[in-house]
């Protein structure tokens, strides 16, 4: 029987979601804060240039096709993709960076040049991640996490081990040179928790880098949602920007519809892809499942510091990904984690999209977007802003031999305070809760609330966890939660 649903937020898992609800032949809204689409992933265009404001890779791409398959369409009908070659760069002193290539055969051999015998164990330590990869991307990923059963079949008792050792510890047993061993490391970083704290069963991300490679959607990571909102419309999803929600109605413990912009909107379902937190905020507290204690014990991913930078000439010496590892990597991942506090000497990124896409900036001009993880919740104002932009600027110049500070038509920055105004992010966290053992399947809040009847949840904080291939499946998994409820 075809329901009216209430979708709150437009994000990957949000959009995901009210496809395959209306795939299903339900009545699907979407109500959107700001004044765009994407959530997390929206655009930000000025004098010719163009950035997306918040994912920039595309990993996975294996993810994005089987969701489009599932309506019968492919990728290449809405966006158009290409391999980068190389996939990105990593500095860690002047003029001194490792390329990782396009094809394991090639980075096997970077590998090898820098410390022998690595070719091997890298090619070792890949096919165990590939492993995980079939079993995480192809099975686990794609259950509910509503009971701890979900995570026992042949195969991962046969895992089991990978579960109480950590990314650390594997990558460190077989690598002994530490440039090698922080580009092993740093794709855990996508899920939100030290290396150290990462089951070794996520060297999946591992085989997501070396294995299958990165990639980029013609005119930005903000094409996949333009895709996503398209196919949503054409199975009759009705989209509303500039709607906010006040609180979610209820009567008795049961969800009947959301009020928006003061109006009230009925609706038989009604689900978040807002913030977890936030969302429950919009409850009265007799039916919040969480409380704010158990919020605040929970370990969260980081949450960053933005720039997008317009250069009036092309960049010289980086990629179209560039890590920025010159400073000691386990001292800011303390910062983030241990000690909350800013950075003295801050690890970033640097994407420069208009080296791949010429859409991204003017000709001769290059679009710069900059990344500084931080520890959520920590205080946020203009003059820091500014400082640290001071820091990794003079960094690049320093690090690529060249002047680019002169080169700045403007500067825009988003930070901890945006992610709370813009997103009701908790603690201004930028990629939700981090897939620690402890918070991993079944031990992260729930799809479907527990209190509230015809109340249901999805995205980063939910699972499968952080990141835009999570968020896809994140919806599919809620819309069968729903529909298998119906």
Request: glycine share 6%; with cysteine; proline share 6%.
């Given at each position: 029987m075809a329901k009216k649903i209430a979708i709150i937020g437009s994000g990957f898992s949000a959009l995901a979601a009210s496809c395959y609800l209306a795939k299903e032949g339900h009545q699907v809204s979407i109500y959107e804060k700001n004044s765009s689409l994407g959530g997390?992933?929206?655009?930000?265009?000025?004098?010719?240039?163009?950035?997306?404001?918040?994912?920039?890779?595309?990993?996975?791409?294996?993810?994005?096709?089987r969701f489009f398959e599932d309506f019968g369409k492919k990728t290449s009908e809405y966006y158009s993709l290409e391999k980068l070659s190389p996939a990105y760069s990593v500095y860690f002193?002047?003029?001194?960076?490792?390329?990782?290539?396009?094809?394991?055969?090639?980075?096997k051999a970077t590998f090898e040049r820098i410390e022998p015998g690595s070719a091997l164990k890298l090619q070792e330590f890949i096919d165990e991640a590939g492993s995980n990869y079939n079993v995480a991307i192809k099975d686990l990923v794609y259950r509910p996490g509503v009971s701890p059963l979900e995570l026992v079949t042949p195969t991962t008792i046969k895992k089991i081990g990978s579960f109480f050792s950590t990314i650390s510890k594997d990558v460190r047993k077989s690598f002994k040179n530490p440039k090698l061993v922080?580009?092993?490391?740093?794709?855990?970083?996508?899920?939100?928790?030290?290396?150290?704290?990462?089951?070794?069963?996520?060297?999946?991300?591992?085989?997501?880098?070396?294995?299958?490679?990165?990639?980029?959607?013609?005119?930005?990571m903000h094409a996949v949602v333009s895709a996503m909102v398209n196919l949503a419309e054409s199975l009759g999803v009705t989209t509303h920007v500039n709607s906010t929600i006040g609180r979610i109605r209820t009567s008795?413990?049961?969800?009947?519809?959301?009020?928006?912009?003061?109006?009230?909107?009925?609706?038989?379902?009604?689900?978040s892809g807002a913030d977890y937190h936030h969302t429950e905020t919009l409850l009265p507290k007799n039916l919040r499942q969480y409380s704010e204690e158990y919020w605040d014990k929970k370990v969260f991913a980081p949450s960053s510091l933005l720039f997008y930078v317009g250069f009036d000439k092309k960049i010289e010496r980086v990629n179209?990904?560039?890590?920025?590892?010159?400073?000691?990597?386990?001292?800011?991942?303390?910062?983030?984690?241990?000690?909350?506090?800013?950075?003295?000497e801050p690890l970033f990124y640097a994407n420069f999209p208009s080296i791949s896409d010429d859409s991204m900036a003017p000709e001769g001009k290059e679009a710069g977007f900059?990344?500084?993880?931080?520890?959520?919740?920590?205080?946020?104002?203009?003059?820091?802003?500014?400082?640290?932009?001071?820091?990794?600027?003079?960094?690049?110049?320093?690090?690529?031999?060249?002047?680019?500070?002169?080169?700045?038509?403007?500067?825009?920055?988003?930070?901890?305070?945006?992610?709370v105004e813009e997103y009701n992010s908790y603690k201004g966290n930028a990629y939700g809760l981090a897939n620690t053992l402890l918070q991993t399947a079944f031990l992260r809040p729930k799809l479907k609330s527990k209190k509230v009847d015809n109340l249901f949840f999805t995205g980063q904080l939910t699972v499968p966890g952080p990141g835009v291939p999570p968020a896809l499946i994140s919806g599919k998994l809620v819309a069968g939660l729903i529909t298998k409820k119906e």
């Open positions: 997390r992933a929206r655009q930000f265009k000025r004098e010719g240039f163009t950035f997306d404001m918040g994912p920039s890779w595309y990993w996975m791409p294996d993810v994005f096709d002193d002047k003029n001194e960076y490792i390329t990782i290539e396009d094809t394991l055969e090639k980075i922080s580009i092993l490391e740093f794709p855990v970083l996508f899920l939100g928790a030290k290396p150290d704290k990462t089951p070794s069963f996520y060297s999946f991300m591992n085989y997501a880098d070396f294995g299958i490679g990165t990639f980029h959607p013609k005119n930005g008795g413990s049961k969800a009947t519809g959301i009020e928006v912009n003061g109006k009230t909107i009925e609706a038989d379902i009604v689900l179209h990904h560039t890590l920025f590892f010159d400073v000691d990597f386990e001292k800011h991942a303390r910062e983030i984690y241990d000690e909350p506090e800013w950075p003295d900059f990344l500084i993880p931080l520890a959520p919740g920590v205080y946020d104002s203009p003059e820091q802003r500014e400082q640290y932009f001071e820091i990794i600027i003079n960094r690049l110049e320093e690090l690529t031999g060249q002047s680019v500070k002169k080169n700045i038509i403007f500067k825009e920055s988003f930070c901890v305070n945006d992610f």
